[in-house]
Each structure stands twice: as structure tokens, then as C-alpha cells.
């Protein structure tokens, strides 16, 4: 009884999209490295921020600055495209 239990869970485990996709991640070791980067850059700031305080308005601005541009890049990307679509519509 348990068994065909166990296959009816292993049928539907096999048919979802994230169950495989959350197998591939897991047989990948360097997914697990590329988590670290960021997961050691964040406790880093933290503790530089815990010792010099000052150093999150920096921080911030930089963060602000760089949204910032990337926004404005994307508008304008935004924008040439919608011309194009426009252009190439009518």
C-alpha cells in the first residue's frame, strides 16, 4: 500500500515544472557557489556597516544612483521600441 503510495507521489513529482527545475539547481554545485558571492557580500556590508555607520549613506546614494541609470536606460529602450512597433504597425 505504501509502496503504491510512493509512486503516485513520484508520478506527480516528475510531472511538476518546478520539482524538476529545483533538481536541476540541486545536482548543480555551482549554483550552490554563486549563492555564496552574494550571501558573503551582504554579511560583509553588514558588519561594515556595524562598524562605520556612515557608510550606509554611501551605500544608499550608490544604490540610488545605479536604479537611477538603469530606469532611465530602460525608458529609453522602452521608447525606441514602442516607435518601432508603432512605425512598423500602421
Known amino acids: 500500500?505504501?509502496?503504491?503510495?510512493?509512486?503516485?507521489?513520484m508520478g506527480a513529482m516528475e510531472m511538476c515544472p518546478m520539482a524538476s527545475m529545483c533538481r536541476g539547481m540541486a545536482e548543480k554545485p555551482r549554483f550552490g557557489f554563486l549563492l555564496l558571492i552574494p550571501g558573503l557580500l551582504l554579511v560583509l556590508g553588514g558588519v561594515l556597516i556595524f562598524i562605520e555607520p556612515r557608510v550606509l549613506v554611501w551605500l544608499l546614494a550608490g544604490t540610488s544612483i545605479l536604479i537611477g541609470v538603469v530606469m532611465l536606460f530602460l525608458a529609453i529602450f522602452l521608447r525606441k521600441m514602442s516607435?518601432?512597433?508603432?512605425?512598423a504597425g500602421g
Do not use: C, L, S
Not at 500500500?1 to 507521489?9: A, L, N, P
Open 1 to 9: 500500500m505504501d509502496q503504491g503510495r510512493e509512486r503516485h507521489e
Open 83 to 87: 516607435v518601432r512597433f508603432t512605425k
